[in-house]
């Protein structure tokens, strides 16, 4: 059961890696993509 937790982290942190680059080259705005980064740390605290 753990390691499907931990596979299922490892899917949506490279999810969250592939939508912020994508979101930093087509808007070519890589000062606001880091509150891609904020959310994503916000879910990983709440998801624990």
Not at 7 to 34: E, G, Q, R, T
Request: aromatic share 20%; glycine share 0%.
């Amino acid at each position: 059961m753990k390691d499907k937790k931990k596979i299922i982290n490892w899917v949506i942190a490279i999810i969250v890696a592939i939508v912020y680059l994508i979101v930093s080259i087509v808007f070519k705005s890589w000062a606001y993509s880091w509150l891609i980064w904020v959310v994503y740390a916000i879910y990983r605290f709440i998801a624990k």
